[in-house]
DNA sequence: ATCGTGTTCAACCGATCGGTTGAACACGAG
DNA sequence: CTCGTGTTCAACCGATCGGTTGAACACGAT
């Protein structure tokens, strides 16, 4: 049940209802009723849809009166882009490393290219 | 069916066997068989993540006499990271202003909703 | 033509997902 | 206290998900 937090995160923002939500959170607090309203659709599925966002640690509630407000926490999206970044760059790196191979191919001087990969499990 | 591209790459990384293939992936191309050697799964089923990944348009297969070499694609990790960093940025943003509106404090007025939304399916 | 390897298709299964409705809880206002 | 508003809990439903197995297809090798 307690996936691992990434795997939440990108779950979590894998429905474009969510998504939406966050969008709109970052405009300032809000509470459950007021994110519902654009949505046609219950209370209750949009309450289920910000218990999962807060699994993922993407939002907190407070407490005011008998109200929860919402609140974006921006936090959690560094996760995702440190992932991101890290995968993206390096695929990049190494399409770029192709031109490189080919250039050398081209020039056919010498070889002095060392092609480094991290794996991590 | 075929839900929104930002969607389906959220759900395609939120799968942590997918995430890990995509990381392999990164080092360069392989075939499915290479990419099951892993995890004990049948083929079947990383031939499925596959479809998953090649649908989010995160990778897409060549061909090689019997072999469908499988290549990871950087260009939609941008459509990702796109949408993190803007409302990233927003909401720290928005977090930062906090102190300058606890300074004024008294005239909280709003004025501007910027958010975007689309399909509501 | 036959075999073997790599891959996919198809049907099925249990679990989870996004949604519903109905009842309950929390708390301020009258 | 009672009422009303905001929110959550619980049970249920159809669809999708990640996995399986078994059969089929694609193609090189013999």
Redesign the pocket.
Known sequence: ?TADPLSQVF?AL??P??RDMVARLCAGDA????L?AP??????????????LEGAGLVT?G?D?????VHLEAEVFDLMTKWIERYRREAEARYQRLDAVLAELNDETDGNDRSEQGETA
Do not use: F, I, N
């Not at 509470?31 to 007021?34: I, K, R, Y």
């Not at 949505?39 to 999962?52: E, F, G, P, W």
């Open positions: 049940m779950a894998a429905d209802t969510r509470t459950v009723g007021e519902a949505y046609d659709v219950s209370l209750q599925a949009v309450s289920k849809h910000l218990k999962v509630r407490r009166a008998q109200r929860r407000p």
